[in-house]
């Protein structure tokens, strides 16, 4: 595969409400020898940016500190699928406790990632004090150098959550929204345990903080929640709400983007045309759409379950519907529409 020239081009991140293909475009961008595809790492550690200069051995901590909501999964040892941390064969368990880095990150990159690990724990602390938006760009371009990759890719699942803060560090990146259609979308969250807890936490917003909570909700508030928890049957217009939520809280984030820095991406399109759709993404993210490449990518891609919401009861249906009518509102406003 010839590589393309040596000027990095800025970082490209790829965002979506979760359960929208980003894992898959993640696995398909790893597969260019070109590019580093970093992934979940702000799904763990949820982008802390403090205020004022911290040093390299805080901003070692912070990537070792897992965010609350994947920490409270993990203590009590619900199956998260992203996590690919090889337990049994790496020197982190589950009792020890596993750094964030090497929970979520690292295994992507890496078929040793407690040795990149130590790499990085030699590294990174001794790095001289600047504020946290630079830490985090000086840490991925020492991926970037030590892995031998020119692009940049973040992914994390969700990440439109916190797509604000992601364009204060990297203020030049380039944005590819990967979305899919809402019904869908929230089908696929009721099946992912995080999701669970997002769409009850929008539910609690929505009730207030009362006491006369029904028990499928008490149980998800701070401090009371256990894996079993999860066993309550969670109406699937709450995954609607949360889906919708996330996209009326970053509309105004991606509405203020130009268009050259802005790519919508739908999931739809994805599936039926990868290489074709993945042709335009390296061209939007500035490098090489090597025909070697697209072909091994675009193999790779299961068949995709599009419409599966359309197979519901008829009553279900039409309250999941009703449920993502904001956020289709939204991608309708942006243009954002296959």
Known sequence: MRRTQSATPPPVIVTGTGRCGSTMVSEMLARHPDVLSVSELFTAVHVPLIPGEISGARFWELLGTLDPGIAELVRHRVDIREVQYPFGRGRFTAETGVPALCLLTLPHLTGDPDALYDELAAE????TPAPAEQQYRR????LAARLGRRVIVERSGGS????GSLLRIFPDA???HLHRDGPDTALSMSRHPAFALGAQTVELSRRGAGDDLPEDLADFRPGRFTAAALRHEIPLQRYGRLWSVLLLEAER???GLPADRLMALSYRDLIADPAGRLAELARFGGFDPDPDWLREAAASVRPGRTGTADALP??????LHRSCLPGQAVLHRLGHVA
Do not use: I, S
């Open 160 to 163: 439109l959550r916190m797509l």
């Open 124 to 127: 990174v602390p001794g790095w």
């Open 314 to 319: 008829a009553p279900q249906r039409r309250e």
């Open 253 to 255: 984030t991606l509405a």
């Open 174 to 176: 380039r944005v590819v």
């Open 139 to 142: 840490f991925f371009a020492h």
